[in-house]
Each structure stands twice: as structure tokens, then as C-alpha cells.
């Protein structure tokens, strides 16, 4: 056994060395410390530990290409192994929903062979492009709600669950970032069921039944307001969504949660607007709020008695509370498995 | 059969085949288990009934498979496996007299450890008041009654392993199946532990305990199982085992000061076929007679007057059983 | 001792013990709180509009300008006898005393001058057909009133009750029953011992209905009362209308029963069998319209929610003799022409034909059968799978 005295400076770690109480400690890195540099200071009994951290040597990526990794591990998810491991029953379900919302397409390419009456219903018009969007049934009875559902049910239960949430809380990713990247995985699925196949609806329109400049010039607006309907829903849903999720630890709670909110204050709201011709509960309901909205950005008619204005506020508030919520739980989120 | 109305005649003779007194406990005959292309375990014959048995094997030898193939929790691909000779996967009647203590640490810990002993109690057929006498007979076996109205979610890792084997205990079970009992435990709670399987034994149930820490099983029990890869490499009492392995020496580790004299001294001994010297002060004898050697290492180390620090057999535990066994020397 | 107990024996102690268990597990869980809570506060909500409706005035109009209000009560014929019955009173004699002929009198040739009769339309329901210038001048208090508590018990029953808390409960509450104890890794508690696979299922369900059963009762009996007393007629509390709600009652009952075993056994499937409920109860969502828009449809004989609101329709033609008849005034454009919307409109679109000609208990009953019948198969397959299940 070597006595050799140990400089300050120089801490060796062999097997000779003595037991001096001296320790360093390097971790690979961090986000918010702007890669100070650490060294810990030799104790002795009494004195408490220095602890800081030393830069990983390496080039740390910038943030937005670290908060694309997540965003690309979720969405990579669906489609291949090796990323987040969605259930097949969510995928099969996905395939589905992807199939049913561009269904509208087809009568329009028979349309376009057969002569514009067949298909004139399917056609390009307000109507059309808002029941797309903001049909009630099957699309959001069976489609966007039950996707969303589906989708966020384990979003973040799940890693809170198998204790996942740790490895990215212990990575250089902020809460924000981790909450942000998997609100926009949310987001672009349902984005793509629902406002991606309405483009490929109008585009399929265009080319299929030919439709000149005029016509598209005349029609153009009509899609925006759709589009912007349809991101409304997207954004509240997933905003509604997500906020369950954060809720829980249990499995599927924010799931069915979500599905008894969308469904059951329809429902609520449809039974008192019928019985007692009173259309206020409709405002607490997301989505005959999104609805009345949407009617107005297309231009079709409306069939609520409300305002349209009240449902948008009644839309940004739930956003603003679900968003609220949501930062809220995830700021505070514990991320032992206990 | 048609009931002897009248009365007369003489008794009829007995058709049913005399039962053997003692049934093994368990019985695993041909069992195998694949899970696609692995084969968990393969060919396994064992008869188990009375004492303490340990089953040891490394991690992934099919230890836990062997505890899932007993207590129903899976089927085996091929063979039979049989619990008091009723097959546990088509029906469930033996678990009255079985005690299970599952690896896992879940427990439900929103009941406090009485409710929970009660009330899977219950399951075994006993009415509540019942239950909750036999609850507070085992939780103070396992010397948890001063805490038994808290929740488990409180306990430590030691506690939760006392409940779980008051649980297990509670309906009087003639064999009891533990399954890596000494986990995560401190030496306090694994001394505790230890003493409770060697009493169970000690009274005449079959217990089963399982574990990949060898040392700990040496403590409770001599009669040993080893799996290893999915099949029984040794069955029997672990010096008798390793008496077996004559091919390979023992080994007898001696530390003492002058190392090379004591080296000249011991290689003339009988049954002595070689002497290493490892290290400076460390004289490794290697033989094939260890209880010879023994006898006469004594009178060798008076008679040169040596300072012995300490004397080892290195080779008589489990894990050099088990190195041995799987190939490759001891330690 | 405890050790002589085999399976499917001991059953009274074996079942407690579960159903207890299970009890208390819910009661420790918050989630089962916040959804009981949440049902509450949107039932009660509608309760509250519907209490502020009923003690709304409704204005009285003087429909056939013979300066008098409302002559009209119910006095249309409480079963729908094609030509032969005949109802409404000429009240200002513009037909009686005008000098027509005879013919032109009748101009629903049935025989009878000056009057109505119920007709049956070929899409299901009836209309009325009046003779020229018999007016009526219905008493509008008495049948906004009763067209709307009508439509209330129909309406919050069958969604509010039957489908909300038949379908959501079942969701929140039976799904975890077997998935929940196998993600927890604390099966083997409940199988480890004297007990059959099949057992622990039905117990487990025992437990969750025990829990249910009694909750939706509370509501059911809430609602009862708080319509009963605020409801429209003579009288302090309005006793006709509690068959429909036994009818509720029932229905909902059976749906808690039936979703339960079936999500219980989608848990016992699948670890993500839960990703099959959800779309399930948005297709049971759109059923409940269709029952309601389309009755007729075969689709609905599939479905667990048509059998379910099935019995109510049956109920409320035993309960509700005139419904028909009701409805058929009610929504008569001639007698509502002042008003917006005729009050029978919602009545109309929430009131379906039990689905067979049969007689209502025979309805009733068939529907139970049926309900039943599905329960059976499902907890059927559901031990079947569980029996073979590895590691559970």
C-alpha cells in the first residue's frame, strides 16, 4: 500500500490510493448551466460537498434539434420499431380513421369519370368542406375524438408509469420542451387525419373535375375557413387531451375521460337544447362550441342560436384552462415511479 | 352404484386403489417450457416433499418458470406437473394447502397488512372472524402485530417481505413456495426471514425457497436443486454434491506468514497431490480427500510451529458448485 | 379449516370477500369518486333546467278566435283505433253551423261530421285528420307542460341515464377490474389459492356491480322524486310515471351489467383492450340516436343500447297509453300554428316503437331475454380466455 500524499488538485482513484474523503464527480451535461465547468473539492469531516458538473466534451446539439428527436421518436412510433411503441390496436385504428376521413375523395373521382351529377353531394362546396371537418358522425363521433382519445390516453401516464419521464427529466430537455414535443406528436396526428386529408380533398377536386383558376380563386377562402376550423379542433382537442393526461398515472383514465367529455356534455347539451330549447349548455360543450365556430368560418348555416363569438371565447377558455392545467401538472410532476 | 338397501350380505370389497401415505408435495415429471424459440426449462424431474429445498440457479436458469409452472400461473409445453397429485392448471383446489411468496414487491398498498392477510384469508373459505384470528396468529409469527393497522405503502422493503409471507402462511399451507424471499432485504430483516423458513422447515412442511444468491441458501438449507439454462444440473445435499466431483480437486487455502516453508511442509502429506502458491503468504493445497487432509493439517502446522492467519475452504460452498458444475474451475 | 375449500365451494365467503375487496379498492381510488361526481353534477344540471322549466307560466293564445282560452284539454282518444274514434269538439261551430253539406262536413270521411281522427302514418306514429274548420284551441299550459316533462323523462332516461351512466361507468370502473390487477402484478393474490378463474371474474364483477347497481338506483330514485313532485297534473306527486322509471331503472341496470362483463372481458383479452372499448362507446353513442331517429333499423338489434331503450319504449306505451295520440296533437301544424316549435317535436323525435308487435311485457321481456342472453356469451368467452391465460 503506497503512502504517497495526494495533492489537492490531483485525485487519483486506484487502488493505492488512500481514502481521503475526495471525490469528482463528472455527469455527461445539462441544459440550463451553460456548461460551467466542475471540480469537487476534497472534504474533510464536516464539510459538505461542492458539486458542479462538467460540460460533456462533445458538441451538444441545439435545442430545437434535441426537441426534434422527441418529436421524431413519437411520430416514428407508429410506423416502425425502435422508437415509442404504439399498441397495434391504436395503429390499426389510426389506418382506419386515415381511410374513413379521405372517403369523401372517392365520389369525387367517380364523379369526375361519371359526369358531376353522381357525385355532386361529395362535391367541393361549404358544406362539404365543413361536414370534413366538423361532421358529427361518424367524424367526430367515431373518428377525431376516439383518435385523440386514443392517442393521449397514455401520452404521458405511460412514462410516468414505467418511470420513463426520468430519462428524459435527467437529459437536456426542459419540462416545457418534453410537454411541447408531445403536444405537437398529438397535434400532427390528428392534423393529418383531419386537415391534411381536407387538402388532399380540395387538391383531388381540383385536378379530377379539372377546375380552373376562377373557380379556385372563388373556393380558396371557403377551404381556410375550414382549415382554420379544423386547426381549432385539433388544438383544442389535443390541448383537452393532453390535459387529462397529465392528470392520471392510471392507464386509460385520461382516455375514457376525454371521450365522456367530448361525447357526454354533447350529449347533456343536445338533451337540454331539445327538451327546453335552451342553447347555453352548448357552450360548455367543445364541441358544438368548435362547431359554431367552424359554421361561421365557412359560411354555412348555422344551427345554434348562440353566437358564435360566445363560442369562440367559450373554445379559447377551455384551451387557456387545459393549457394552464397541463403546464401546471408537468411543472410539478415527481418523476420517481412511486 | 347402487345403494345396499337390504342390508344383507356380507362388506363389498374395496375397488378404490390404497392412496400412497405421502404423496410428494410436488412433482414435476418431464416438464418443459418453451416461449417461442427459448426454451425456459427442459426435461425437469423433480419430487419434492418435506424440509427445505433450495432452488439455485443464475439469473434466467428458469427459476421463477419453475415457481409459474407450480402455482398456475403458466402451462408447461410438454410433461405434467402435479401439486399434492392434482394437476394446479386445471384445478385450483391444492392452492388450500399452499403458501405463495411471489418475487414481486406489489402489494395493494392502500390496506393496511391485517386487511390484507384477512381478507385473501377469506379466499381459503375462512369466515370473516376466522380470518381475522389466523391474521393476527401469522402477522405476529412474522413479528409485524405492533404495525399491522398501518398501510403497507408505509413499510419498509423487510416488512412487505413479512407480509407477504404472514399472506402466505396463513392458511395453514403444508407447502410453502417462496420465491427469492431475501431480496433487497437488510441483514436484519434477512436474519428474520431465514429463522422463520427454518422453522417451517424445522416443523415439517415442505418449503421451497429459491434464490440466485448462493450464500444465503447455504444458511437455510442443504438440500438443493440447481437449474442452470432450463435444466436440473444437480440435485441433493450440497456437500454430498460436491463430495461427487472427485475429478476436480479441493481446495484449501491457508494464509500464513512463511508461506513457502509451510509449502515444503504439506506437500509430503498423503492425499496432498499439489501445492500453489498464489500470492506471498497464501498456500493453496490442492487435494482430493478434504476430510483426510483436514485430519492431518493440524498436527503438520503444530509441528513447524506455524503462524496460520486464517484457513479456507474456498471450493466447499455453492458457488464454486455451481462454477464447477457449469464449467470451468472454482474460485 | 380453510384448506378443505375447493373451487366453485364456499361460495358465500369466497364472493364477500371479493366483492368487499373490490368495494373498498374503488373507494380508495380518486377516479372512481370524480366520475360518480361528474355524472351527479351533469345529471343535476339538467335536473336544475328542468325544474326551471316546469315552473315557467306558458301564455295561453286563443286559437280559433272565438274569444275564449284554451276549451281544449286532452280529450283526443288514448289509443289510436283508426276510423273509428273520433275526438275534437267544434267549439265555435264554424263547421256545425255553417251550411255545407253534409259531405263537406266530413271531410276525413269517417262518417262523423265535424270531428278528428288518429290515423297511423306508414313511417311509424300517427297523424291526425280534421275535419274543415273544426279548430281547436288547446290548452297550451296543460300540453307544453306535459310535452315537456314527457320529453324530459324520455330524453334524460335514455341519454341521460341509460347511456351516459351505462356506458361511462362501465368504462371507467370495469375495464381495470382483471387488466388492472394483472398491470399491478397482484393477480396471483387472487388466483394463488382454492378459487376458479371463473370465480374470481364473476366476483370481481359482484363487487363492481354492487357498487353501480345502488349508485345509478340513487339517481334514478333522485330523479323520480324531484320529477315526480315538479311535474305537471293533479295532484302532489305524478304516480303514473314510475313505470317509466322502473323501465329506466332496469335499462340501465342491464347496461351496466352488460358493458361491464364485456369491457371486463376485452381487459381479460387484450392488454390494450381498452383501445376497443373507446370506439365501442362511440359507436353505442351513435346507436342511441338511431334508436331514437330510426328505431326500425336491424342495426339496432345488434347493439346493446337499442335493447336497453327498447324496454323503455315498451314502458312508456304501458305507461303512456295516448303517447301516440299525445304526440300526434302535439305536433299537429293546424292546432301549434301560433307557436315555433310545435311542443310535441322533441317527444316525438325522443319516442320509438318497441321493436316487435307484441305486447309491451312481452317487448319488455324479450328485451331482458336478450340482454341477458349477451351478458351469458360474453362472460362465457370471458372465462374461457381467462382460464387459458399465462401469468395472469
Known amino acids: 500500500m503506497s503512502e504517497t500524499p495526494v495533492e489537492d488538485h490531483e485525485v487519483r482513484f486506484d487502488e493505492a490510493s488512500p481514502v481521503t474523503g475526495a471525490s469528482r464527480i463528472e455527469a455527461a451535461y445539462t441544459a440550463e448551466d451553460h456548461g460551467q465547468a466542475s471540480v469537487a473539492k476534497s472534504g474533510s469531516t464536516g464539510q459538505v460537498f461542492t458539486q458542479t458538473y462538467l460540460p460533456w466534451t462533445g458538441t451538444l446539439n441545439p435545442r430545437w434539434a434535441r426537441n426534434w428527436a422527441v418529436y421524431r421518436h413519437h411520430m416514428l412510433g407508429l410506423v416502425r420499431s425502435g422508437h415509442r411503441p404504439w399498441p397495434i390496436l391504436i395503429r390499426v385504428y389510426l389506418v382506419l380513421v386515415l381511410i374513413g376521413s379521405v ?59 414505467n418511470g420513463t419521464s426520468a430519462l428524459y427529466f435527467s437529459r437536456p430537455i426542459t419540462r416545457f420542451d418534453y410537454v411541447a414535443m408531445k403536444y405537437l406528436a398529438a397535434a400532427s396526428i390528428l392534423f393529418i387525419l383531419c386537415v391534411f386529408t381536407l387538402l388532399v380533398y380540395y387538391t383531388v377536386e381540383v385536378l379530377a373535375m379539372g377546375r380552373g383558376w376562377s373557380w379556385i380563386v372563388d373556393t380558396f377562402p371557403l377551404l381556410l375557413g375550414a382549415v382554420a376550423a379544423g386547426m381549432l379542433l385539433v388544438v383544442t382537442y389535443t390541448s383537452l387531451g393532453l390535459a387529462m393526461s397529465s392528470v392520471s398515472t392510471n392507464g386509460f383514465f385520461p382516455a375514457i375521460g376525454l371521450l365522456a367529455l ?52 367559450s373554445v379559447v377558455v377551455m384551451n387557456v384552462l387545459s393549457l394552464y392545467l397541463l403546464a401546471n401538472r408537468v411543472a410539478s410532476m415527481e418523476v420517481t415511479r412511486e | 352404484m347402487m345403494p345396499d338397501l337390504g342390508q344383507v350380505g356380507p362388506a363389498a370389497e374395496p375397488v378404490v386403489q390404497p392412496v400412497p401415505e405421502k404423496l410428494p408435495a410436488v412433482v414435476f415429471d418431464q416438464v418443459g417450457k418453451t416461449y417461442g424459440r427459448i426454451h425456459a426449462l427442459s426435461q425437469i424431474n423433480l419430487a419434492i416433499s418435506g424440509g427445505v429445498t433450495g432452488i439455485l440457479g443464475l439469473n ?24 399434492f397429485g392434482i394437476d394446479p392448471w386445471q384445478d385450483p383446489t391444492p392452492y388450500g394447502r399452499v403458501g405463495f411468496v411471489p418475487e414481486s414487491e406489489k402489494l395493494h398498498d392502500w390496506m393496511t397488512s391485517f386487511d390484507f392477510v384477512t381478507t385473501f384469508a377469506r379466499l381459503h ?3 370473516r372472524d376466522e380470518a381475522k384470528v389466523e391474521a393476527e396468529r401469522v402477522l405476529d409469527f412474522v413479528n409485524l402485530k405492533e404495525v399491522m393497522h398501518t398501510p403497507i405503502g408505509r413499510y419498509s422493503k423487510g416488512m412487505r417481505q413479512r407480509v407477504k409471507i404472514a399472506h402466505a402462511l396463513v392458511n395453514d399451507p403444508d407447502l410453502i413456495v417462496l420465491d427469492e424471499p431475501l431480496t433487497g432485504c437488510d441483514p436484519l430483516a434477512r436474519t428474520t426471514i431465514m429463522n422463520v423458513v427454518r422453522e417451517l422447515g424445522r416443523m415439517g412442511r415442505t418449503v421451497l425457497v429459491s434464490s440466485h444468491i448462493l450464500g444465503e441458501i447455504e444458511r437455510i438449507t442443504e438440500q438443493i436443486v440447481l437449474l442452470h439454462r432450463g435444466q436440473v444440473l444437480a440435485l441433493g445435499n450440497v456437500h454430498g454434491i460436491r463430495e461427487q466431483l472427485d475429478r476436480i480437486p479441493h481446495r484449501i487455502l491457508i494464509h500464513c506468514s512463511e508461506g513457502k516453508r509451510l509449502a515444503k511442509a504439506v506437500i509430503d502429506m498423503e492425499h496432498v497431490h499439489g501445492v500453489m ?32 492467519t486464517r484457513i479456507e475452504n474456498p471450493d466447499d460452498d455453492l458457488e464454486s458448485v455451481i462454477g464447477h458444475l457449469v464449467g470451468g474451475g472454482g474460485r | 379449516m380453510g384448506s378443505s375449500t375447493k373451487a366453485w365451494s364456499g361460495l ?18 380518486l377516479s372512481t369518486w370524480v366520475v360518480l361526481a361528474s355524472c351527479v353534477v351533469a345529471l343535476g344540471t339538467v335536473l336544475l333546467f328542468y325544474i326551471d322549466a316546469m315552473n315557467d307560466t306558458v301564455e295561453s293564445v286563443d286559437n280559433d278566435g272565438d274569444g275564449l282560452f284554451d276549451e281544449d284539454g286532452p280529450d283526443f282518444p288514448s ?29 276525413n270521411n269517417n262518417g262523423v261530421v265535424c270531428d278528428a281522427i288518429l290515423r297511423q302514418n306508414w313511417f311509424g306514429g300517427s297523424a291526425i285528420l280534421w275535419d274543415n274548420d273544426v279548430d281547436e284551441d288547446p290548452n297550451e299550459e296543460y300540453f307544453v307542460e306535459e310535452a315537456t316533462h314527457r320529453a324530459f323523462l324520455l330524453g334524460y332516461g335514455k341519454l341521460g341515464i341509460v347511456f351516459l351512466l351505462g356506458i361511462f361507468l362501465p368504462l371507467f370502473l370495469a375495464t381495470g377490474l382483471i387488466r388492472g390487477e394483472m398491470t399491478s402484478e397482484t393477480m396471483h393474490f387472487l388466483l394463488a389459492k382454492p378459487i376458479a378463474r371463473g370465480e374470481v371474474l364473476l366476483y370481481r364483477m359482484l363487487g363492481y356491480l354492487t357498487l353501480v347497481w345502488p349508485a345509478s338506483a340513487a339517481v334514478v330514485v333522485l ?46 383479452m387484450w392488454k390494450y383492450g381498452i383501445v376497443l372499448a373507446i370506439p365501442f362507446a362511440a359507436w353505442e353513442f351513435g346507436m342511441a340516436f338511431l334508436s331514437m331517429g330510426l328505431p326500425s333499423s336491424p342495426l339496432l338489434r345488434v347493439s346493446v343500447i337499442g335493447w336497453c331503450l327498447a324496454i323503455i319504449d315498451a314502458a312508456t306505451a304501458l305507461s303512456w297509453s295516448d303517447q301516440e295520440a299525445f304526440i300526434a296533437y302535439t305536433t299537429d301544424y293546424a292546432v301549434w300554428s301560433h307557436t315555433v316549435v310545435a311542443p310535441g317535436e322533441s317527444l316525438g323525435f325522443l319516442t320509438s316503437q318497441a321493436p316487435f308487435e307484441i305486447s309491451a311485457t312481452g317487448n319488455i321481456a324479450v328485451a331482458i331475454l336478450v340482454l341477458l342472453f349477451q351478458a351469458g356469451v360474453i362472460w362465457i368467452i370471458g372465462q374461457s380466455l381467462f382460464k387459458g391465460k399465462e401469468i395472469a
Not at chain 1, 353531394?121 to 376516439?146: E, I, T
Not at chain 1, 361561421?296 to 348555422?302: F, I, K
Request: hydrophobic share 45%; charged share 15%; proline share 4%.
Open chain 3, 12 to 29: 358465500d365467503r369466497k364472493a364477500t370477500a371479493v366483492a368487499e375487496f373490490t368495494l373498498r379498492q374503488y373507494r380508495t381510488r
Open chain 3, 79 to 107: 289509443s289510436v283505433d283508426a276510423t273509428s274514434t273520433t275526438f275534437g269538439y267544434d267549439d265555435d261551430g264554424d263547421c256545425r253551423e255553417s251550411d255545407r253539406p253534409d259531405g263537406a262536413k266530413d271531410t
Open chain 2, 125 to 127: 373459505g375462512f369466515t
Open chain 3, 223 to 268: 330523479s323520480a322524486l324531484v320529477t315526480g313532485f315538479a311535474a305537471p297534473g293533479e295532484g302532489v306527486f305524478r304516480f303514473e310515471d314510475l313505470g317509466i322509471w322502473l323501465a329506466i331503472l332496469l335499462a340501465t341496470w342491464l347496461a351496466l351489467l352488460v358493458y361491464g362483463m364485456l369491457f371486463m372481458t376485452l381487459g381479460v
Open chain 2, 277 to 308: 502458491i498464489p500470492s506471498e503468504g497464501v498456500v493453496d493445497i490442492l487435494t482430493h480427500d478434504l476430510g483426510a487432509v483436514h485430519q492431518h493439517l493440524p498436527s503438520v502446522l503444530i509441528e513447524g510451529g506455524f503462524k496460520v
Open chain 1, 262 to 313: 367530448i361525447l357526454g356534455s354533447k350529449s347533456v347539451a343536445f338533451l337540454v337544447a331539445l327538451i327546453f330549447e335552451q342553447d347555453a349548455l352548448y357552450l360548455l360543450s367543445p364541441y358544438d362550441a368548435l362547431a359554431n365556430v367552424g359554421q361561421a368560418l365557412v359560411g354555412t348555416e348555422s344551427n345554434y342560436e348562440l353566437p358564435w363569438t360566445w363560442s369562440l371565447v
Open chain 1, 103 to 161: 372517403g369523401d375523395i372517392f365520389p369525387v373521382l367517380l364523379g369526375s369519370l361519371f359526369g358531376e351529377g353522381l357525385g355532386q353531394v361529395f362535391m367541393v362546396s361549404r358544406d362539404s368542406l365543413y361536414a370534413h371537418v366538423l361532421g358529427f358522425f361518424p367524424r367526430n363521433v367515431l373518428y377525431y375524438p376516439v383518435v385523440t382519445a386514443l392517442i393521449v390516453g397514455t401520452m404521458i401516464s405511460e412514462d410516468r408509469l
Open chain 2, 60 to 83: 434466467g436458469a428458469g427459476k421463477s418458470t419453475l415457481f409459474n409452472l407450480l402455482m398456475g400461473r403458466c402451462k408447461p409445453t410438454t410433461g405434467q406437473v402435479r401439486l
